[in-house]
């Protein structure tokens, strides 16, 4: 996985996979999906950062237990 913040554009993209990206799709205001061949989601954009997130500068990663009990889209599990 790769992370990348570009303060310029205030763009954060995160990569899950090193693919070609086949496709893009907007599904919400500033929040970008990118897919490969299959369409398996490998990647996401988020313009206007720095107004959606805490810090776009600090990244951590955590080892545990999902969230489970959020809300699932369309009722989906």
Known sequence: MKVVYDP???ILQIA???MTIEE???IAPGL???YDVDGNV???E???ASEKMDNPYAVS???GE???EKPQPNGKD
């Open 8 to 10: 310029d554009k205030d």
């Open 16 to 18: 899950f996979m090193e």
């Open 24 to 26: 893009t799709a907007q």
């Open 32 to 34: 970008v999906l990118d």
């Open 42 to 44: 490998i990647g996401l």
């Open 46 to 48: 988020l313009k206007k």
């Open 61 to 63: 990663y955590l080892v």
């Open 66 to 68: 999902a969230n489970v």
